[in-house]
């Protein structure tokens, strides 16, 4: 666990020592260790990590987003297959999390803030 250590620094003409406190930061999501975990993932190529990286720039960790495929298909110039089988390995691994009562056909996705914990 990180620590952040912030200095206080005293006005000019006050003689107390300087003081360092070390506070213990809030549990939040850590995105080097979800990258650290995704990158020793061994099942998952190169078009897997390219939507993950798509996802994860549209994604939020609290609010589920509506992200279609065809989007991605659009935006990453792979098929519809590949996107498909991508999202499915995602969701398998608990990655990404999909909202259970859909919205229309098209689901809707979140990150998942315990992986990589």
Sequence with gaps: MRYAVRLIYKPPGDRSVRMATIEKPEPCFDARSMMRKLALEDDLDGVDLRVFLYLFARLDFKLYT???QREMVEALGRRK???S???RKLKAKAIIIE???RIGRSPSYALNPKYGR
């Design 66 to 68: 509506l992200v279609e």
């Design 85 to 87: 089988r991508s999202i």
């Design 81 to 83: 297959e590949h996107i």
């Design 99 to 101: 909202a259970t009562p």
